[in-house]
């Protein structure tokens, strides 16, 4: 048997000879493109409610004080969800992540308001930042208590602290004054840092960009997909899983917390009762509209940041149609059930397509 | 009583030619005896089968040999070395790679990158931007050198069939260059073709001096096809040290057979 006749050294599973493979046609080519850039149908769907609504309610729609509001919509959102989609792709949540974006913000008020330089306390809150997503992070590695229940928790305590600290009472934030020169005009730094209308999106847009690079060209960003994709098999090629969980903890706050302070000189004041589940929900459903799945191993971060921006566009849409902010809610949802089952049936003709 | 014997045993010299030897390893969990003083010799460059029922011993003695577990007493020794492993990392600086079945692979990244997990190459220092170009290369070329095919590099593990997948795991355990291999059921689930893939791929890296491999399996025929030599592990000893050329399919279960109903015997005696 052992010394039997040598077999032929080219044996290859899957590719018996004399039967090739059939050269794919149009049809299925279409289909694998879709199949592996998730990010396509999410953009198509965009791209589709953008002609809609600008065709619906014309240049109401597509002027820029209507673009810009849909770009204040989609801001928050794609902040916190570029960040969430790391942590979607590690199978873990980051459910603080919207209360994190508001939390920021208080920081570097009342850092501010204990005579620090705006630079300062600025950098300060987002150390702070980086901190909560560091005890996120530490609590779930090491304690073994699921994310989910860690961040929910870490949420309602960053709240509780805002409403403490804060007296409950508005407040404005700092930079605006700050950033006034005494010519009356808002210097660079106050433009870059959210007064100018565009701003924060831009913030949000390179930062999107910045974590697509990361977790599709550096070490870090395979560590994630590795650990996310399977954490035994990962763990056992000497990955550091949970070193790997911890940063990703700590990159999703510090996003939420830097566009944060963005949104809240945009907006010029800060609300104690403001809550951010609010804006994780809906991070969170732009994560899925976007095409990542909730089971870990895959994700993408562009697809994360279309989300947003469809969410913006419907939000901004309708409104301008004239359909009741009700009726947004609904839409919300059939987009995030239909963009899921989307998700669940590609995984399926993947795995259907194995060779073998 | 083998416990004592062991003990009181001076070391030997180690068996010539051997690339792993175990001698005398006991192992109890609790008020369970699990081995009872287990001796195996690995040679340089041989393909060993080790089988045994479910719950004779054999993962116990496989997560002793991968660092996993500790054993109570006996000696281990890698070419002719006594060791003793604290962990998994451990086993591995001293050259001893696991290949778990079908758990390796991380199905949603490319093959060249499984093969590359935990060593990726970068470049651009503190960006560590992975060095795509250099990894598919030098993938290529190493699959290519041990006669691995896979449809392509760049192939997701997930798209793989379950015997590609099992060869490409095998692979980046020896890019490391272990002494030992230790494979678990490398055959377990695959059709006749996928298991000739893998069955030339072990005999290969072994016949090439690269490495001795330990395969565990609980299925002969498997065994028969992989491997130089069998040993059956039963009740928590060797009891069979066979050559597979000297012996065949027939004579080896008649043995465990026998051994199997020898060892009922002495139970029923202990309890008479």
């Known amino acids: 048997m052992t010394s039997g006749a040598p077999a032929p050294p080219a ?50 729609f597509t002027d820029q004080l209507s673009l810009s509001s849909a770009a204040g919509y989609a801001g928050p959102i794609g902040a916190i969800a570029v960040g969430e989609v790391l942590l979607l792709v590690l199978a873990e949540i980051d459910l603080s992540a919207g209360q994190v974006f508001l939390f920021s913000a208080w920081v570097n008020w009342w850092l501010y308001s204990e005579g620090l330089p705006v630079w300062l306390s ?29 961040t929910l928790a870490m949420n309602f305590i ?64 395979v560590r994630i997909i590795a650990t996310g994709g399977n954490l035994v098999g990962a763990a056992e090629a000497g990955v550091p899983v949970r070193r790997v969980k911890v940063w990703a903890f700590v990159l999703c706050s510090f996003l939420a917390g830097l566009v944060g302070l963005v949104d809240a000189v945009k907006y010029g004041s800060l609300d104690p009762g403001n809550f951010g589940v609010d804006y994780i929900l809906y991070a969170v459903g732009a994560c899925v509209i976007g095409g990542t799945a909730l089971t870990g191993g895959r994700g993408t971060v ?50 259907r397509s194995r060779a073998a | 009583m083998s416990e004592q014997a062991v003990e009181t045993t001076p070391p030997a010299p180690a068996s010539a030619g051997a690339a792993l030897e175990v001698r005398g390893v006991t192992k109890r969990f609790g008020a369970i005896v699990v081995l009872r003083g287990v001796d195996l010799v690995l040679r340089q460059g041989e393909v060993l089968g080790l089988v045994g029922d479910n719950g004779a011993g054999k993962s116990t003695l496989v997560k002793i040999l991968c660092g996993f577990h500790q054993q109570d007493s006996g000696d281990v020794l890698v070419g002719g070395e006594r060791v003793r492993f604290h962990s998994v990392e451990d086993a591995r600086g001293h050259g001893i790679e696991t290949v778990y079945q079908d758990l390796a692979l991380i199905p949603q990244l490319p093959v060249y990158q499984n093969l590359f997990l935990g060593h990726e190459l970068t470049r651009m220092g503190p960006l560590r931007l992975l060095d795509k170009r250099r990894m598919r290369n030098l993938s ?13 590099i760049d192939a997701e593990a997930e798209q793989l069939s379950g015997g590609q ?19 678990d059921e490398p055959l377990a689930a695959m059709g006749a073709r996928e298991s000739l893939l893998i069955i030339e791929l072990v005999k ?40 597979v050329h000297e012996t065949s399919l027939e004579t080896l279960t008649e043995l465990m057979v026998s051994s199997y109903r020898r060892e009922l015997d002495e139970i029923s005696d202990d309890g008479a």
């Open chain 2, 204 to 243: 290969d890296l072994a016949a090439s001096g690269r490495v001795s491999i330990i395969v565990i399996d609980h299925n002969y025929a498997h065994l028969f096809e992989l491997c130089d030599r069998i040993n059956v592990l039963q009740g928590g000893r060797i009891t069979t040290d066979q050559l």
């Open chain 1, 302 to 351: 562009i697809g994360a940041f279309i989300g947003a921006i469809l969410i913006g566009i419907l939000e901004d849409g309708l409104t301008l149609i004239g359909v009741s902010t009700n009726d947004f809610f609904v839409w919300v949802g059939v987009v995030i059930i239909f963009a899921m089952a989307l998700n669940v049936q590609f995984d399926r003709l993947i795995a």
């Open chain 1, 122 to 150: 600025m950098s300060l809150a987002l150390v702070v930042c980086c901190g909560v997503g560091a005890i996120n992070g530490l609590i779930t590695v090491r304690l073994n208590v699921p994310s989910f229940v860690t």
């Open chain 1, 11 to 60: 044996a290859p599973a899957g590719h018996p000879p004399g039967q090739q493979r059939p050269h794919p046609s149009l049809g299925h080519r279409v289909l694998r493109l879709f199949l592996y850039q998730r990010e396509l149908t999410p953009i198509l769907i965009t791209a589709g409610l953008f002609v809609y609504f600008a065709i619906r309610a014309g240049s109401t």
């Open chain 1, 158 to 221: 960053l709240y509780g602290l805002v409403l403490i600290y804060s007296n409950y009472t508005q407040a404005s934030p700092v930079p605006l004054s700050q950033y006034a020169s005494p010519n009356g005009h808002v210097s660079f730094a106050g433009q870059v840092f959210g007064v100018w209308q565009w701003s924060e999106i831009l913030w949000v847009v390179a930062i999107a960009i910045v974590a697509h690079l990361l977790l599709t060209r550096t070490r870090f960003g």
């Open chain 2, 140 to 152: 290529r070329q190493y699959l290519d050198e041990i006669r691995v095919r896979v449809p392509s």
């Open chain 2, 165 to 183: 997948r099992q060869a490409v795991a095998v692979a980046r355990a020896v890019r490391a260059a272990p002494k030992i291999l230790l494979l």
